[in-house]
Structures are given as C-alpha cells and as structure tokens.
C-alpha cells in the first residue's frame, strides 16, 4: 500500500478467534452499551422535564450526559456488530468518521468538566455572585465554548491523522480507530505534527486539570470552614460526584496517551481504550445519581410518570 490514499479499508484488532468469546465481547458491551443509554438518558429526560433541575449544575449535567451518550456510541455499537457478524473491518471513511466524533466528544467532554469545576467553585466559594456568574446566557456560552473546542479539536487531529502517509499495512491494533494506534501505521516523519498536535493538545488538558486541581483546593477549605454539618454534607454532595468523574476520566485518558512505550502491548492498550472509551459513560450517571437526592427524586417521579402512562 503506497499511502494512505489506496486504503479502503481498516482492520480491527480481534478480541478472540472462537465463536463463543466473540460473542462474550457483544454480550459485555451490549451490557454497558445498554446501561449507559439507560442511565445517560434519564438523566437527559429527568433534567430537561423536571423544573427543578433547571439550574446550572444540571444544565451542565445534561450536556456531560449527551457527550458521553455520543462518545460510546461512536465505537462500542461497530465493535458489536463486527463480533456479531466476525468481521474485523471498517471502511476508511468509517475509520475518519470514528477519530473526528470520538476526539470530538471526548475534548469536549473534558472542557465541559473543567466548566463544572468553575460552576463548583462559585456556587460555593462566591456564592452571593453566583445568579450573575452563573446566569443562563452565560451558562449557554460555557456550554457552547466545550462543544466548540470539541469541534476544533476533532477537526485538528482528524486532518493530521489521515494526511499521513500509511505504509505499515491496515491493520489497527484496536476495538476502533485510536489516533496512536493510526499512527503507528506510518513509516515516514510525517506523523511528527500529528504528535506535536497530540502534545498541545494534552498541555491543554493539564492546564485544564490543574485549574480543577486548583478550584477544589478552594472549594474544599471553603468547605471546611462550613459550620454546620449538615452544611458541609450538601456541599461535599455537590462536589464529590464531579470530582469523581474527572478522576476517572482523566486517570484513565492519561495513562492510555502518556503510558511509557515500553508498558505497552496489544492486550494491555486494549483494556485501557476500554476503561477510558466504554466505562465512564456507563458509570457517570451513576455516580452522579447516588449522592444526589434531587435527582434521584426526579428520576422516581419520572419513572413512577412512565409505570402510570403503561398502566
């Protein structure tokens, strides 16, 4: 293959060679594919009808659930149907389609948790400022400043990536198309600027990190000096589940791109590209949901709204 023009097709990785385990991998990720649509979408349905949650916490709430609904579906749902049928192929614009929608969700999935950060830390540190901070035109531009980035980003990387000239065959030693998996197809110089890409792009989610970092330093002496107990348990239910998601993401996102080369093997890329792609989309809806009794008491009026309609 003389370069990445003559592709038609990409191979994936194949999670096993027998039947049985193949469809052991779709019944797994049909599982989490499934939790995470069930839990992603009441939370989207909870927040959007119930007037209560119509707050900046929650509008936050719903956008994180709509890119995480995005992210999953963007791999998990070709990975099962190519266990499902034993293929292990995707097409070439398949494979593009792939690296722009999962970069996409996923970079704007981190600056929308960085945005959540700041909405934390003026609820709780500023919080006669927070109805002007936090107002709803300005939510709407935070909001809309993630996906943006998230746009820019998918666009930046996708464009590098399949300029590269690939003369290592097709063969992409993964469950979808990652960009270092990409780029490891590549015999030539060219994929530098993919990796300098790759490099500002991760500067700029450790910024991000450390602006998190820094807000919870904040938020947890502000906290601290709380007086009542009952005080400081809503706000450390506030913050908690937030902080829990970030740290999943970013611990899991980080040791898949920063790993050292020499920890690196199909088997183990693999089980990383699982833990940072599938798993947070499935568990975020329920960490958020078990610490927070407003939506929890949303989510059983919405059901018991469901049970009487089948009724």
Not at 71 to 88: C, E, F, Y
Request: glycine share 4%.
């Amino acid at each position: 293959m003389s370069n990445s023009s003559s592709l038609n097709e990409f191979l994936f990785m194949a999670f096993a060679d027998m039947q049985e385990l193949q469809l052991l991998h779709f019944s797994l990720f049909l599982g989490i594919y499934l939790a995470a649509l069930l839990g992603n979408g009441l939370i989207i349905t909870a927040v959007a009808f119930d007037h209560h949650l119509h707050t900046p916490m929650y509008f936050f709430l719903l956008n994180l659930s709509l890119l995480d609904l995005g992210s999953i579906s963007t791999t998990v749902p070709k990975s099962m149907a190519n266990s499902l049928w034993d293929s292990r192929a995707i097409s070439y614009s398949g494979c593009a389609a792939q690296v722009f929608f999962f970069v996409f969700f996923i970079a704007a999935e981190h600056s929308l948790l960085t945005v959540m950060a700041y909405d934390r830390f003026v609820a709780i540190c500023r919080p006669l400022h927070y109805g002007t901070l936090m107002g709803s035109r300005a939510c709407v531009k935070m909001a809309a400043a993630a996906w943006a980035s998230g746009f820019l980003n998918a666009v930046m990387h996708t464009t590098n990536t399949f300029l590269i000239p690939l003369r290592q065959g097709n063969v992409v030693e993964q469950f979808f198309c990652e960009i270092p998996q990409l780029l490891k197809l590549s015999c030539s110089d060219a994929y530098l600027r993919e990796v300098g890409v790759l490099v500002v792009s991760l500067s700029l989610v450790f910024l991000c990190f450390v602006f998190i970092v820094l807000s919870y330093a904040q938020i947890f002496t502000a906290v601290l000096r709380i007086p009542s107990e009952q005080g400081r348990h809503k706000a450390f239910s506030m913050c908690l589940p937030h902080l829990a998601v970030v740290s999943l993401f970013v611990s899991t996102t980080a040791f898949a791109y920063l790993k050292p080369s020499s920890l690196s093997s199909p088997a183990l890329d693999l089980l990383v590209a699982v833990l940072y792609a599938v798993v947070p989309p499935a568990v975020n809806p329920l960490i958020y949901s078990m610490r927070n009794r407003e939506l929890k008491d949303a989510l059983k009026k919405l059901i018991k709204v469901v049970l009487v309609q089948q009724q």
